[in-house]
């Protein structure tokens, strides 16, 4: 799902240059923005052309980025016939490649190709990624027989292009600009974070759209929805290459975080071949200020300080992250029914783009003035805790949710025991007589679903009339976790007994699922009937044998009419109607009316499992409180890290930041592939419980925190409101900052 703080400002620094990352933050994603998204529209913003062409750029591969992305999860379950398990733990290592690779993005851009080439170089893989997604989604991947190898190496290819173009594009922006455009740079921001807010709003809105209403190759058209976006990155690259004539290049300034890492490495080398001498130092970083200068080392130690607060957040973004995998999992047993319209499972993950660009202008002009006044929570680190306890109770209310889905739902038979009914198709009333049910059925009528233990059991069966004669006695053998149908009915004027496989587990997709059984020789149909089951739109067609069963067949929910197709040209013959609705599994019979009535065809329907009848709507309040969450903790917590951290660290810190959302997906692949908890349910709780333990340990951290302040007295930094002032970034080339000791013995 969308994350603002990784796109908003999702670039590396350049001390001293006219890189966005040393931008005021909060301006940036202030709710005026949308004034200025007006004039950039219309042409009166006043930026430079080639503005326009990396707007645009950005809008398409975000719309490709999280078009795919919605999808990604049904795919796994319903195309690759992955487990639930399997799939989240595939979806979140995704989500973790495209945050670690970031990294690499960088260093390339900074060190050696520059922004220009490494974006347009590393985009190409990017799209070569879609469309590999796009062929694996062709026959015979949806034959049933699907492999892996196809889509991983289309994910690979996806996570190290997004990852490494993503701190590139808007870094890139922002060398469009002069330094003294100020003004112009924030107005740039907010066109730029609504590209990408309405970028990723539009496709987890469409996407969905073409996979499930547009159907290729006999099933949902997930070749469409993985292609549409393979386009869109097309056309970012060919919107960003129209525009290299009028693109402010910038040569490569150096890798600062390469530099970290070699200044930190040659510490720990050269302290531990001095490890048997006299001498001491004050920190182990000073060990490495002969070669690297005592500067970037005091830099180097506020930036370990900083990190440090980092290192419990990753369990808000293995939270987060969920709503693309377990929350759009537990739409698919939800009723997506809003009127006349359908709501997909994979739709449901456009809220939190469509709260975000309705709370942040909230936030910054209601409740973040109101919080201020009230004095709660006033310190950039408590907002971030409070945003982490929204996080939990999103996940306390996603639990509380799936119990209310699983109570109406039938659980899957246990180990030895099985679920088995018995059902009347023929014209008499009978009586039943066995182990697991004895007692009379209707004409089309049936038991309730029966467990039982495994086993074979004789089972007698006694016309209601007298027309019919008295059936042998029928051997059942129930299965161990299999569910069992016994359908009784006539054939030359005596009964007979059918034994077949029944379903309880409900589709992915959110369909419905039907078979049909024909029990019914007096009429001028065929001995192997076609059923038609029309509505004005969808026409499905399955094939039935005399006195047999069809296979399960997927239906959309809707209201149709069931048509059975006579040999020859006659008419077909209107047998009844059924509502299919989300998640119901039915059988349909037919069969005689009654024994009077032996040459009329009645439509018996047997639900044998009851629709999703929990409302897809009720996961709104869930997607409200994590995207609340959401704003009080990534856009806190990265104006915090930028106002803390030294000018020449701000790309490191921008690093971290990234890697704390990669290290969130991998919390989520070890919990999901442990499989430690069977109920969805618990596993929520569960979540939300360790959450609540991280919030305390963060808590304890942020108490014992000591806030760096500039060692210029005019630039004072208030950690209270906006963290990052414009007196703050005049000249991010010259800040000094106050080291760790000398901060803390004030």
């Given at each position: 799902?969308?994350?603002?703080?990784?796109e908003?400002?999702?670039?590396?620094?350049?001390?001293g240059?006219?890189?966005?990352?040393?931008?005021?933050?909060?301006?940036?994603?202030?709710?005026?923005?949308w004034?200025?998204?007006?004039?950039?529209?219309?042409?009166?913003?006043?930026?430079?052309?080639?503005?326009?062409f990396?707007?645009?750029?950005?809008?398409?591969?975000?719309?490709?980025?999280?078009?795919?992305?919605?999808?990604?999860?049904l795919?796994l379950?319903?195309?690759?016939?992955l487990?639930?398990?399997?799939?989240?733990?595939?979806?979140?290592?995704f989500?973790?490649?495209?945050?670690?690779s970031?990294?690499?993005?960088?260093?390339?851009?900074?060190?050696?190709?520059g922004?220009?080439?490494?974006?347009?170089?590393?985009?190409?893989?990017?799209?070569?990624?879609?469309?590999?997604?796009?062929?694996?989604?062709?026959?015979?991947?949806?034959?049933?027989?699907?492999?892996?190898?196809g889509?991983?190496i289309?994910?690979?290819?996806?996570?190290?292009?997004?990852?490494?173009?993503?701190?590139?594009?808007?870094?890139f922006?922002?060398?469009?600009?002069?330094?003294?455009?100020?003004?112009?740079?924030?107005?740039?921001?907010?066109?730029?974070?609504?590209?990408?807010?309405?970028?990723?709003?539009?496709?987890t809105?469409?996407?969905?759209?073409?996979?499930?209403?547009?159907?290729?190759?006999?099933?949902?058209?997930?070749?469409?929805a993985?292609?549409?976006?393979?386009?869109?990155?097309?056309?970012?690259?060919?919107?960003?290459?129209?525009?290299?004539?009028?693109?402010?290049?910038?040569?490569?300034?150096?890798?600062?975080?390469?530099?970290?890492?070699?200044?930190?490495?040659?510490?720990?080398?050269?302290?531990?071949?001095?490890?048997?001498?006299?001498e001491?130092?004050?920190?182990w970083?000073?060990w490495?200020?002969?070669?690297?200068?005592?500067?970037?080392?005091?830099?180097?130690?506020?930036?370990?300080?900083v990190?440090?607060?980092f290192?419990?957040?990753?369990?808000?973004?293995?939270?987060?992250?969920?709503?693309?995998?377990?929350?759009?999992l537990?739409?698919?047993?939800?009723?997506?029914?809003?009127?006349?319209?359908q709501?997909?499972?994979?739709?449901?993950?456009?809220?939190?783009?469509?709260?975000?660009?309705i709370?942040?202008?909230?936030?910054?002009?209601?409740?973040?003035?109101?919080?201020?006044?009230?004095?709660?929570?006033?310190?950039?680190?408590?907002?971030?805790?409070?945003?982490?306890?929204?996080?939990?109770?999103a996940?306390?209310?996603?639990?509380?949710?799936?119990?209310?889905?699983?109570?109406?739902?039938?659980?899957?038979?246990?180990?030895g025991?099985?679920?088995?009914?018995?059902?009347?198709?023929?014209?008499?009333?009978?009586?039943?007589?066995?182990?697991?049910?004895?007692?009379p059925?209707?004409?089309?009528?049936?038991?309730?679903?029966?467990?039982?233990?495994?086993?074979?059991?004789?089972?007698?069966?006694?016309?209601?009339c007298?027309?019919?004669?008295?059936?042998?006695?029928?051997?059942?053998?129930?299965?161990?976790?299999?569910?069992e149908s016994?359908?009784?009915?006539?054939?030359?004027?005596?009964?007979?007994?059918?034994?077949?496989?029944?379903?309880?587990?409900?589709?992915h997709?959110?369909?419905?699922?039907?078979?049909?059984?024909?029990?019914?020789?007096?009429?001028?149909l065929?001995?192997?009937l076609?059923?038609?089951?029309?509505?004005?739109?969808?026409?499905?067609?399955?094939?039935?044998?005399?006195?047999?069963?069809?296979?399960s067949?997927?239906?959309?929910?809707?209201?149709?009419?069931?048509?059975?197709?006579?040999v020859g040209?006659?008419?077909?013959?209107l047998?009844?109607?059924?509502?299919?609705?989300?998640?119901g599994?039915?059988?349909?019979?037919?069969?005689?009316?009654?024994?009077?009535?032996?040459?009329?065809?009645?439509?018996?329907?047997?639900?044998?499992?009851q629709?999703?009848?929990?409302?897809?709507?009720?996961?709104?309040?869930?997607?409200?409180?994590?995207?609340?969450?959401?704003?009080?903790?990534?856009?806190t917590?990265?104006?915090?890290?930028?106002?803390?951290?030294p000018?020449?660290?701000?790309s490191?810190?921008?690093?971290?930041?990234?890697?704390?959302?990669?290290?969130?997906?991998?919390?989520?692949?070890?919990?999901?592939?442990?499989?430690?908890?069977?109920?969805?349910?618990?596993?929520?709780?569960?979540?939300?419980?360790?959450m609540?333990?991280?919030?305390?340990?963060?808590?304890?951290?942020?108490?014992?925190?000591?806030?760096?302040?500039?060692?210029?007295?005019?630039?004072?930094?208030?950690?209270?409101a906006?963290?990052?002032?414009?007196?703050?970034?005049?000249?991010?080339?010259?800040?000094?900052?106050?080291?760790?000791?000398?901060?803390?013995?004030?």
């Open positions: 799902m969308l994350q603002i703080t990784p908003v400002e999702t670039h590396f620094a350049t001390p240059g006219s890189s966005l990352i040393d931008r005021p933050q909060e301006q940036a994603i202030s709710g005026k923005g004034g200025r998204v007006r004039k950039f529209v219309t042409g009166q913003s006043g930026f430079p052309k080639s503005v326009f990396i707007v645009g750029t950005e809008f398409c591969e975000r719309f490709s980025f999280y078009g795919m992305k919605a999808i990604l999860v795919y379950t319903n195309i690759l016939l487990g639930d398990n399997t799939s989240t733990a595939i979806f979140h290592s989500n973790m490649l495209c945050y670690f970031p990294i690499f993005g960088a260093m390339i851009a900074d060190g050696w190709l922004k220009y080439k490494t974006i347009v170089y590393i985009a190409q893989i990017y799209m070569l990624g879609n469309a590999v997604m796009c062929l694996t989604a062709l026959p015979p991947q949806t034959t049933g027989h699907p492999y892996m190898i889509p991983a289309g994910l690979l290819l996806i996570g190290v292009g997004t990852g490494g173009i993503k701190p590139c594009v808007s870094a922006g922002g060398d469009q600009f002069k330094a003294d455009q100020e003004k112009e740079i924030q107005r740039f921001f907010s066109v730029f974070y609504f590209s990408i807010n309405s970028g990723s709003l539009l496709s809105f469409v996407t969905p759209i073409l996979r499930h209403d547009v159907q290729c190759f006999g099933n949902d058209c997930y070749t469409l993985f292609g549409v976006p393979a386009v869109l990155m097309a056309v970012s690259i060919i919107i960003f290459i129209l525009g290299r004539n009028f693109y402010q290049h910038n040569p490569p300034t150096g890798n600062i975080v390469g530099e970290v890492v070699k200044a930190m490495g040659f510490a720990v080398k050269n302290r531990f071949q001095n490890r048997s001498s006299p001491k130092k004050q920190h970083l000073d490495a200020e002969e070669k690297y200068g005592a500067a970037l080392i005091e830099d180097i130690k506020v930036l370990l300080h990190l440090f607060i290192l419990p957040l990753p369990f808000f973004w293995a939270l987060f992250d969920q709503q693309g995998s377990r929350w759009t537990q739409a698919e047993h939800m009723d997506g029914r809003l009127g006349s319209y709501i997909k499972p994979d739709q449901m993950q456009a809220m939190n783009p469509v709260f975000i660009l709370f942040i202008p909230l936030f910054e002009g209601v409740i973040y003035p109101l919080l201020d006044k009230c004095n709660v929570p006033k310190r950039p680190l408590q907002r971030m805790a409070g945003g982490m306890t929204l996080a939990a109770i996940f306390v209310f996603a639990g509380f949710l799936q119990l209310k889905i699983d109570s109406s739902e039938l659980s899957l038979p246990g180990p025991q099985s679920v088995v009914s018995v059902i009347n198709a023929s014209p008499c009333p009978i009586n039943v007589e066995s182990k697991f049910y004895t007692g059925i209707d004409v089309a009528g049936g038991t309730k679903k029966i467990d039982f233990a495994v086993g074979d059991y004789d089972i007698k069966f006694e016309p209601g007298s027309e019919l004669g008295t059936a042998q006695p029928f051997s059942a053998s129930l299965g161990s976790q299999l569910v016994v359908i009784v009915y006539s054939s030359a004027n005596q009964l007979q007994a059918l034994q077949v496989k029944g379903h309880l587990e409900k589709s997709e959110g369909l419905g699922k039907l078979s049909l059984g024909y029990f019914i020789s007096d009429t001028n065929p001995y192997n076609t059923v038609s089951i029309e509505d004005s739109l969808r026409v499905y067609r399955t094939h039935v044998l005399l006195n047999n069963v069809s296979s067949l997927d239906v959309e929910p809707g209201q149709y009419s069931v048509y059975g197709v006579p040209n006659a008419s077909k013959v047998l009844g109607d059924i509502d299919v609705k989300m998640g599994i039915y059988r349909l019979l037919i069969q005689p009316a009654n024994i009077s009535q032996s040459d009329t065809i009645r439509l018996a329907i047997h639900t044998e499992v629709p999703n009848s929990v409302s897809m709507l009720l996961q709104i309040p869930q997607y409200i409180v994590i995207t609340c969450g959401e704003i009080l903790f990534s856009v917590g990265l104006e915090f890290s930028y106002s803390q951290a000018a020449s660290m701000k490191c810190v921008q690093a971290a930041w990234l890697m704390t959302v990669a290290f969130g997906n991998l919390i989520v692949v070890i919990i999901a592939e442990s499989q430690i908890i069977d109920s969805q349910a618990m596993e929520f709780f569960l979540f939300a419980g360790l609540g333990f991280i919030i305390l340990l963060f808590s304890i951290m942020a108490w014992c925190y000591v806030y760096v302040t500039p060692r210029s007295p005019d630039l004072q930094m208030h950690d209270t906006g963290l990052v002032t414009n007196s703050d970034m005049e000249d991010p080339g010259t800040v000094g900052y106050q080291s760790f000791d000398d901060s803390a013995q004030k």
